[in-house]
């Protein structure tokens, strides 16, 4: 039987109300922009993918993209959840690098899975926390599936702030990830921050 902490299930339990809070109404934002920034960081995928580079480059390349186009603090600051309060201003400038780093390795090797394929920009609309823009993976050997992008200008720049690969919540996922693996430094967050940086 799986064993969730209380960390965990406290992390959970307040997912829904967190995820509500990362943006303003979306309303005011413009579903265009959002949409242009997507299909913007979807070519350059695209390039990548298309490019004939050793895979070793690609995911470098993939992890520079995700970098660029993802509001790394936003996501950074919501994986710690509760636990970002109690943190300075230092040791939170220092988890964000760690972090950033840790999540581009990640989702840059992710990425991985699309060479050979195509990503394709479908629609775009508002929704609650920002601009939700759908695009599909059309990749080599498998049924097409479903990439959404959750766009926020939020942080003062027009970046995404979540992914949803075929329902699956990167924040969510970051969440739970990150909060194991503070329970297993037993809440050290200068340990975690000191893993993350190495790798």
């Known amino acids: 039987m799986l ?24 309303l005011a ?3 265009g922009r959002a949409r242009a920034l997507v299909d913007e960081l979807v070519a350059q995928v695209n390039a990548v993918i298309a ?7 690609m995911i470098d ?3 520079a993209i995700f ?3 993802a509001d790394v603090p936003t ?10 309060r109690a943190l300075s201003a230092d040791q939170m400038a220092r988890y964000t690098q760690a972090f950033a780093a840790y999540v581009a390795r990640k989702y840059g090797s992710r990425f991985r899975e699309f060479i050979g394929g195509q990503v394709v920009v479908e629609d775009a609309r508002p929704v609650p926390n920002g601009i939700e823009v759908r695009t599909t993976a059309y990749l080599r050997g498998q049924a097409p599936f479903r990439v959404d992008f959750w766009v926020s200008d939020r942080s003062g720049q027009l970046k995404f702030f979540n992914m949803v690969v ?14 194991a693996m503070l ?5 050290d967050v200068e340990r975690l921050i000191a893993d993350l940086a190495r790798g």
């Open 51 to 57: 490019s004939g580079l050793p895979e070793a480059a």
């Open 67 to 69: 970098l660029a186009y």
């Open 61 to 63: 390349r993939f992890a």
């Open 183 to 187: 329970d297993q430094r037993r809440g």
């Open 3 to 26: 064993h969730l902490s209380r960390r965990a299930a406290l992390a959970q339990g307040g997912a829904l109300a967190a995820l509500l809070a990362l943006a303003p109404a979306a």
């Open 29 to 31: 934002q413009d579903v």
């Open 166 to 179: 075929e329902g699956v919540n990167m924040l969510l996922a970051e969440r739970t990830e990150i909060q």
């Open 75 to 84: 996501i950074a600051r919501y994986s710690l959840g509760a636990d970002a």
